[in-house]
């Protein structure tokens, strides 16, 4: 019944590492986005797709690469990884209208890189 | 930047009074959603309100918007030990194809 889902829930890796994160919605929605909340709380949008076409790509490092199969997956691969990637990321996902954006959220990843 | 400021940082309250957020932004909005994190997980919706409306009720929930100011404030009731969360507020402006969210109020409601 979960309507996102995230895998895997914790990640600890070292630094140079690639890793993948992935993401499933089961709400029929068409548009999922991956946001990045970093140690102080703050929540900021990395990447979004709709209907699986890249509509949001924010100022982020090209070793992160977002791929999205279907419309009710978006996968986060990062090559290369860093200290700074540490965070915790979360995929969500709403029905794409002009007026209202509701977004649902997955439970989270946390991404520990040493 | 649209980024929405809550205020305050933090809040703690005894069980049983009122908890109000407040947050500003910075340019005009399609409308303004607050959401509630739990400790440790993800952000769950708890209220959207357009731009041309001025107050919204859901249960224990109060949202006002004053456009005209830029602000909006989250009013939580009767508050109870389990609405101790992050409050974030998130705005959607016109034109904008993503959310942007505000750094959020820790709530404590002590028993």
């Known amino acids: 019944d979960t309507a996102v889902s995230q895998t895997p829930k914790y990640l600890v890796t070292q630094m140079g590492n690639d890793k993948s994160i992935k993401c499933e919605q089961n709400?029929?929605?068409?548009?999922m986005y991956w946001y990045k909340q970093d140690s102080k709380k703050f929540l900021k949008i990395m990447f979004s797709y709709n209907n699986k076409e890249l509509i949001i790509n924010e100022t982020v490092p090209n070793r992160f690469s977002p791929k999205s199969p279907d419309k009710a997956h978006l996968n986060l691969h990062i090559n290369s990884l860093e200290l700074g990637d540490s965070a915790v990321y979360f995929c969500a996902s709403s029905q794409w209208t002009d007026y209202q954006e509701t977004q649902y959220f997955g439970p989270g990843t946390r991404l520990l890189v040493l | 930047s649209q980024q929405g400021e809550e205020d305050p940082q933090a809040l703690s309250i005894q069980e049983g009074e009122n908890a109000t957020m407040n947050c500003s932004y910075k340019t005009s909005i399609n409308n303004l959603q607050w959401y509630r994190q739990n400790s440790g997980r993800g952000l769950v919706h708890l209220i959207l309100?357009?731009?041309?409306?001025r107050e919204k009720h859901s249960g224990r929930l109060r949202v006002t918007l004053d456009t005209s100011k830029k602000s909006s404030s989250l009013l939580i009731t009767a508050s109870r030990a389990a609405d101790t969360a992050s409050y974030f507020c998130a705005t959607k402006g016109r034109g904008a194809q993503k959310l942007v969210f505000g750094q959020g109020t820790r709530l404590t409601i002590n028993p």
């Open positions: 709400l029929g929605h068409d548009t």
């Open positions: 309100i357009r731009s041309n409306e």
